[in-house]
């Protein structure tokens, strides 16, 4: 399911605690990255475009935030908090924090 990208950035922001960074200025993305204490920094980006985010892209934003595909929906669909990320980051990273994605 698609869905629109400040959608997807307050989400990131408001419900997960990802906060904007300034440190890597790109004409055509947002950085947001999220620090958990004993865990490596959390990175993903999103594009200034208006247009939706379709399933390919939310995959890599999946990647980047090291859940499952199927957990960033269920974030977005209101079904998962912050609280049962951090656990899966804790518990069950994909991929996991040795592998750079």
Do not use: W
Not at 11 to 36: A, E, P, V, Y
Request: glycine share 4%; charged share 25%; proline share 5%.
């Amino acid at each position: 399911m698609a869905v629109k990208s400040k959608t997807l950035e307050q989400i990131l922001c408001s419900k997960l605690g990802f906060t904007m960074s300034g440190s890597k200025r790109s004409k055509d993305h947002r950085n947001f990255i999220l620090r958990i204490q004993g865990l490596p920094l959390i990175q993903t980006k999103l594009s200034h475009s208006r247009k939706d985010i379709g399933s390919g892209i939310q995959s890599k934003i999946a990647r980047q935030m090291r859940v499952r595909p199927n957990f960033l929906a269920e974030i977005i669909d209101c079904t998962r908090n912050q609280d049962a990320y951090i656990h899966q980051l804790r518990t069950d990273p994909h991929p996991p924090f040795n592998i750079v994605v």
